[in-house]
């Protein structure tokens, strides 16, 4: 069995509201994933700021790569949501210049997971 919809104004305003809801939901989406990668800048510059141990470690240069490709990530997804302006998240987040200086760049292992 077939079924039709309706032809005229009321399958216009079903359509549109099936539209707005659909956009809703991308911008609900885009919002939730741009504060979860805030979120994980946050807690990589906070490992970073808390790290006791010797500058230019092993360990501290994991968690500089680290803080740096989740800063990346983070400017990205501002991006895609319309914000271009990334010197406000330096500024914001008080982001180091030893994490500035490796945006972008990928170490040998890869990006780090997280």
Known sequence: MAIRLPYGR?????GDAAQGALEAELLNEK??????????VE?????????AGETGSVAHESLLDDAAAKVWAFIVQREL??????????????????????????????????
């Open 43 to 51: 807690e990589a510059l906070a490992a970073l700021r808390a790290f």
């Open 81 to 114: 949501c319309g914000f271009r302006n990334a010197a406000l998240i330096v500024e914001d987040f008080a982001i180091p210049g030893d994490v500035m200086r490796r945006l972008g760049v990928v170490r040998k292992g890869g990006p780090p997971s997280g």
């Open 31 to 40: 919002v939730e994933s741009l504060g979860r990668a805030g979120r994980r």
């Open 10 to 14: 009321t399958s216009l305003a079903a």
